[in-house]
């Protein structure tokens, strides 16, 4: 009896289940690149972008809603799906991915096309909980996903935290000074990534259960990108957000700057001073309250002019600094004061964001970024104060989370355009950004768009931006939180960030003897030497000023050293130029967690204080005071040169490399080839016309010399040129093949003076001995070493 009870309760288990998923197959659509069903209260469209690339998109059931993101600038490709079923699921398939979806769990995993699991959303994982937005009935929304149990992943933004891998970590997602985040994470060792389409104020979980984002909203929305490896997947990224244009030459030159100029002269002389002491720069930069200060207080907050007394004649200080063979960036921030022409005419039209930014007592509030008209009227005063009046070169946009004073938790209600503020609040400045990037390239073609921003989204690479680590202390555990911070930022696709050189707070080195402090010169040339090997290098800080000679003159170590740097970063010139080229053109990284080349070897699965600059130098930043010893790790694949010494090491290897307070180790992988560029006293000083190719043997290697015009747009429509090298190792030869393209002003002859790197050529940051000068009018040579 109890043998026919249990066989007869099997099988109404079992038509339970053919019935249950019966009933789900009836409500499974297919549609022509992907399927929609109803269940678990869900709607649920599964649709393929590319081949490579899968929309989620699922709302409550009979609830639609019409979503159009911010961020995802792709339409579907036309891709070729098969269907099928496989154990009660419907199965997609492109030519790349696999993807099983049940139809009554809601439950969707991806696979390669081979059949390796990648990831599963989880089953019964997404819910919808109501709450009330601001009056707009809308949706808490979670989305769950199951990993791997030691799978490492990397992303969801710069974070202060001193860790790499994000595994097994809780972060509230609200963009703020100094913690910028966007709803993304990135395996590389499995090749994925998966980018939550929302811009709320979000949670990020991740437990040895489950990953899930929460987020306010009226739809779970997100993509599910496969690249294969870390290049692959930005890839993907890049191609659904938007690919990152070729900032100009001389925004990879030395910035100066400092809280703040407070007169034309003072920085027109700090620019002059430079010039006499033959130190190289590219770019003056003017902080905050260059405009009037009305009745002395603050009430012209940005009014985007400037103050007649302190700034008489800005057309005329622009053009010195144009003269002097530099370029000029200047602030502007989201806030407007009460005084202002720009908060009169947005207040009258609706367009302001009712509460308090910075500065304090100043009454200053941001406009809404949200809205495209008021885009429109920010820009035309941008403009017409400062742009086409004194044709400044780059913009500083500030506070672009923006700085959230005397906070009230009503301020989140605030409407915008778009919604609630908390409900859009961390796209702020994607949006920001955005408004001056397409304005200013829209007016003119000559200037490439070159914004310095303290916020980022994902997204954000497409408009010339370059985000700043924010307001940090000047300490030495600070200065390591920047590293694994930087590198997760970069690994969201966005690949320009620096930070303050020497962070920004400094007051508490000035009771000790301030920038002569031999406790904060060390700090300072440190942070240098790693600001040295970031997309920008920048001085910038408070309390202390940062100018060289504040440290002491040339022949005392402090200012050697920042020299030693400040002429390498220029000597690196070409390398980081057509690095820049890689960036745009191929989606390449600037800085690259060496879990991007060297997945196969887990010990770089935690390493966040080292990183490539470009494809060939490794750089591990001294983040320690007082040290003569820095533990490097080499990863295993690949041979390494000390870049000062030229010593041969194997990679694999864990080395205690000595140094002095005047370099850092920088390692160059073997099979390299680097240009090495001219001393110069900015950017563009001289032509590439005699350049040292050095090659780091032990592999076969290659490498593609881009030039341009250094500026402007034209390289868009192809006005540019590039050799390829090719060093085989084996046979000792370099072939540099024909020079394809070209572009007004290109260089028709020149000579390549070809080193092969040995313990006996000479010290890394100088010019090497030796090697073999050849002549080069664009076609095809070869040279055996």
Not at 142 to 164: A, H, N, T
Not at 544 to 549: M, N, V
């Amino acid at each position: 009896m109890k043998m026919n009870f249990m066989k007869r309760a099997g099988f109404v288990l079992t038509c339970a289940t053919m019935l249950a998923n019966l009933c789900a197959a009836q409500n499974t659509e297919r549609t022509p690149q992907g399927m929609k069903c109803t269940t678990q209260g869900m709607d649920i469209r599964v649709e393929f972008y590319s081949p490579s690339i899968v929309r989620v998109y699922k709302t409550p059931e009979g609830k639609p809603y019409n979503k159009e993101s911010l961020v995802v600038v792709k339409s579907p490709e036309t891709v070729k799906v098969d269907f099928s079923e496989e154990a009660g699921q419907t199965v997609l398939k492109s030519s790349i991915l696999k993807v099983l979806v049940n139809p009554a769990t809601g439950g969707i995993s991806f696979h390669t096309i081979a059949g390796n699991e990648l990831l599963k959303d989880k089953d019964y994982g997404t819910s919808f909980a109501d709450k009330n937005d601001a009056g707009t009935p809308s949706y808490q929304v979670r989305g769950s996903f199951l990993l791997d149990k030691d799978e490492p992943i990397y992303g969801v933004g710069q974070v202060m935290d001193g860790k790499f891998n994000r595994r097994n970590s809780m972060h509230h997602m609200q963009n703020e000074n100094m913690f910028t985040y966007s709803p993304y994470f990135m395996s590389p060792v499995k090749g994925y990534a998966v980018y939550w389409d929302n811009y709320s104020i979000s949670e990020f979980m991740d437990t040895p259960q489950e990953l899930a984002f929460q987020s306010l909203g009226h739809c779970a929305d997100y993509y599910f990108m496969y690249g294969g490896n870390a290049d692959g997947i930005i890839a993907q990224v890049r191609d659904l957000t938007g690919h990152s244009p070729m900032l100009p030459l001389w925004a990879y030159g030395f910035f100066q700057s400092k809280e703040r100029y407070h007169t034309q002269e003072e920085s027109l002389n700090v620019l002059k001073k430079y010039r006499e002491l033959q130190i190289p720069i590219d770019c003056m930069i003017q902080d905050w309250r260059y405009w009037p200060e009305y009745q002395k207080t603050d009430s012209a907050w940005n009014s985007h002019s400037f103050d007649p007394e302190r700034f008489p004649n800005p057309k005329k200080w622009a053009d010195e600094i144009h003269k002097l063979n530099a370029k000029l960036m200047i602030v502007a921030w989201p806030g407007f004061g009460t005084h202002t022409e720009q908060r009169k005419e947005l207040d009258a039209k609706g367009m302001i964001i009712n509460f308090d930014t910075w500065p304090p007592q100043s009454g200053a509030r941001p406009y809404d970024v949200y809205n495209p008209e008021a885009r429109d009227i920010y820009w035309k005063y941008l403009n017409k104060g400062i742009f086409s009046y004194i044709g400044n070169d780059g913009w500083w946009l500030d506070s672009t989370e923006p700085d959230h004073i005397n906070r009230q938790e009503s301020d989140y209600d605030l409407p915008t355009h778009l919604g609630s503020y908390r409900s859009v609040k961390n796209a702020y400045s994607l949006m920001h950004n955005s408004g001056i990037a397409s304005h200013q390239k829209a007016l003119s073609k000559d200037k490439r768009v070159v914004i310095l921003t303290r916020s980022g989204f994902i997204g954000q690479q497409r408009y010339g931006c370059n985000t700043w680590s924010g307001d940090v202390t000047s300490t030495w555990d600070m200065l390591e939180k920047q590293i694994p911070a930087a590198l997760n930022y970069t690994l969201m696709g966005i690949p320009n960030w620096n930070s303050d050189i020497g962070g920004f707070f400094a007051g508490r080195w000035n009771q000790e003897g301030g920038a002569k402090n031999p406790k904060y010169q060390e700090l300072y040339v440190r942070w240098m030497q790693f600001g040295t090997f970031c997309p920008m290098m920048r001085s910038h800080g408070t309390e202390l000023p940062r100018e060289i000679w504040n440290f002491g003159k040339r022949g005392e170590w402090c200012f050697d050293a920042q020299e030693k740097m400040i002429n390498l970063r220029y000597r690196l010139l070409p390398y980081i130029y057509s690095t820049s080229w890689d960036v745009s053109h191929n989606d390449g990284t600037f800085m690259r967690p060496l879990v991007m080349d060297f997945a196969a070897d887990s010990k770089t699965h935690e390493v966040g204080g080292e990183f490539l600059f470009g494809r060939s130098l490794l750089v591990a930043p001294v983040t320690r005071p007082e040290v003569t010893e820095w533990s490097v790790y080499l990863p295993q694949g690949a041979d390494w040169w000390d870049f000062w010494s030229n010593e041969k090491q194997q990679g694999g290897q864990t080395l205690n490399r000595c140094v002095s307070k005047e370099i850092l180790p920088v390692y160059v992988k073997a099979g390299s080839i680097l240009p090495f560029g001219p001393k110069v006293q900015y950017s563009a000083e001289k032509n590439w016309d005699n350049l040292e190719i050095r090659i780091y043997p032990g592999a076969d290697g290659t490498f593609t010399l881009y030039e341009d015009e250094n500026d402007n747009y034209n390289y868009e429509k192809g006005a540019y040129s590039t050799i390829r090298f090719h060093w085989d190792d084996k046979a000792r030869r370099l072939t540099i093949e024909e020079r394809e393209g070209s572009f007004p002003g290109m260089l028709k002859s020149r000579k390549f003076k070809v080193v092969l790197v040995g313990q006996n050529s000479g010290t890394g940051d100088r010019p090497m001995k030796g090697g073999k000068t050849i002549s080069y009018a664009g076609k095809k040579k070869s040279i055996k070493l």
